[in-house]
């Protein structure tokens, strides 16, 4: 407990007033020392996080602009502006705790940078905005690491953690959520006896049709809800049992309560025969309902808080044990140069990459020839059409048996750039007017072998669709986006070639998806060479 005297004691310390903690005047009645150490040495703290802060800003201009348009473009991520903000304060009222350390630059700050700077490169050469992102919060992480050291970071750590919801990340949850949100309202439904038919994110009612839009995931809410939630934590208990569980309740809530939100809206629809509810209006109601779940959260958080205000004023003899610690200014200084030269190696080997541009596919590529009755047919205008811009080369061809149709579409891409992944959220299995019911995997076999391919179930109402896509990258067949990304990474640093390609069948079906299976797994097992196709190609 500080006495009313320690306080009067303390409002006229110099080292106080050097780090700018009490009103220029209050600490008039000393003289600051001209070799006074830790006020000095938090100038040049400052000074050089400030700096080496803008220069990395500089260096990834492409990153922090990709991060801070997400921001701006998509409503799910629009509170990444608060993030820089929120963190300041953070810092700001530890500043009690500040000022009774000094700041010590450390070696393993540099190490961190190091491998920050390797993850960004790895995001750039594989094309992964998400990694770049990532790397970049973290070589922010460790340029502060490195100028105040391990100690002062320690005290810090939470700030330091909250930088990471600057990142746009997250929207792969919305497939799992937009499943999960369908099976929870048509259980919902079924449980006050409303008939209701589920095929995958689309339910059927008597009096109308829904779909669980992207919109509709609920993923805004989790991601929002997470970043309050972790906040509110840290400001109001002390407990780490208590935290986590808040913290808990935060991932928890949203999901359960947007599976409300969509059951609602169906029942106020059934309810009013499609008068209310649908349109725009279900998605104010959506909102609204989200605002008071938030009150909610909030309002029980409250009711289990066992935190108090931070302390903001520091312990004199912690603050000139501190200032007794004379760390050299150009030190500090020379340690945040060292990290940025560190990171902007990483940005200069990258550069040195994108000049070995390998030259684009000149001759067209040449459709396999299956056996076991398939035939290659012309149809002049397929109803499905996978969208992958950028690819040097595409194939297209239709084969038929029995009566039956199967498609074959390749996209081959000589390497990655800007516009041209094989990988990325631009690209598009469904092609246009086609969403995607349901995923999972299937076992197919493709050159002999067994292959893991993704499986995506498209609908088209009244219609139905089949389709299978896996990788092709370095003579390896693989289904994982993520597995193929690390592939492509490691091809373009240690190989120096990342040639690369996405194959994908697909079959309608009437009634049951199991006649497409049947007859996508007949092609594949007659279909002709396509790994050798490919890999003749990339010579």
């Keep these: 407990m500080i006495s009313q005297a320690s306080i009067k004691s303390l409002l006229r310390d110099p080292a106080l007033a050097a780090m700018g903690l009490v009103p220029a005047g209050a600490a008039s009645d000393a003289a600051l020392p001209r070799d006074f150490g830790a006020p000095m040495s938090w100038r040049a703290a400052w000074t050089a996080i400030a700096l080496g802060f803008a220069a990395l800003v500089a260096l990834f201009w492409s990153t922090a602009f990709q991060m801070v348009s997400t921001w701006y ?31 010590t630059p450390t070696l393993w700050g540099l190490l961190l940078m190091l491998a920050a700077a390797f993850g960004w490169l790895l995001g750039e050469v594989a094309s992964v905005f998400s990694v770049q992102q990532f790397a970049l919060v973290i070589m922010v992480q460790a340029l502060i690491v490195t100028v105040l050291g391990l100690r002062v970071a320690w005290l810090l750590v939470f700030p330091l953690f909250y930088m ?17 949100t369908a099976v929870f309202t ?21 009096t109308g049709n829904f779909e669980v839009a992207e919109a509709c995931s609920g993923v805004r809410f989790l991601i929002a809800t997470l970043a309050l939630g972790f906040l509110f934590a840290e400001l109001t208990y002390i407990s780490r049992w208590r935290r986590a569980a808040f913290i808990g309740l935060s991932f928890i809530v949203p999901i359960v309560a947007n599976g409300f939100r969509a059951f609602g809206i169906v029942l106020i629809a059934y309810l009013t025969d499609n008068k209310l509810a649908v349109g725009v209006d279900h998605i104010i109601y959506g909102w609204i309902f989200f605002a008071i779940v938030t009150v909610i959260l909030l309002a029980i958080g409250m009711t ?19 200032a007794a610690q004379r760390v050299a200014p150009r030190r500090i200084l020379a340690a945040g140069m060292l990290g940025v030269l560190i990171a902007a190696g990483a940005q200069g080997y990258a550069v040195y990459l994108a000049q070995e541009v390998p030259a684009p596919v000149a001759s067209p590529l040449t459709a396999p020839e299956p056996g076991g009755g398939w035939r290659a047919v012309t149809v002049a205008s397929p109803d499905w059409m996978p969208h992958y811009p950028g690819a040097s ?31 990325s959220a631009a690209n598009s299995v469904t092609g246009e007017g086609w969403t995607r019911a349901a995923s999972g995997t299937a076992q197919v076999s ?16 009244p219609h139905g669709r089949i389709a299978y896509h896996w990788f092709w990258i370095g003579d390896w067949y693989m289904a994982s986006p993520y597995l193929a990304k690390m592939m492509q990474a490691y091809n373009r640093l240690l190989v120096g070639d990342d040639p690369s390609a996405v194959i994908l069948v697909s079959a ?5 998806p199991a006649e497409a299976d049947r007859r996508l797994k007949d092609f594949l097992s007659s279909l002709g060479p396509v790994r050798p196709m490919l890999a003749g190609l990339s010579r």
């Design 164 to 180: 990471f919801f600057a990142v746009p990340f997250g929207e792969f949850l919305v497939p799992p959520l937009q499943d999960l």
């Design 186 to 206: 048509v259980a919902f439904l079924r449980l006050i006896e409303i008939p209701v038919f589920l095929d995958g994110i689309f339910i059927s009612i008597p």
């Design 73 to 103: 473009n998509s409503d799910t991520f629009n509170h990444g502006f608060l993030i820089l903000p929120i963190c300041g304060y953070l810092v700001w009222i530890k500043r009690g705790a500040l000022a009774g350390q000094a700041p």
């Design 393 to 423: 080369a595409r194939l297209m061809q239709s084969y038929e048996k029995d009566g039956h149709v199967v498609s074959l579409f390749i996209a081959y891409y000589t390497h990655e750039r800007p516009g041209a992944e094989m990988i």
């Design 304 to 322: 289990f808080r066992d935190g108090m205000p931070p302390d903001t004023l520091p312990d004199p003899d912690a603050m000139r044990r501190a």
């Design 446 to 461: 493709v050159d002999g072998e067994k292959v893991e391919a993704e499986r995506s179930r498209l609908l088209r109402r």
């Design 508 to 512: 309608a079906y009437e009634d049951l």
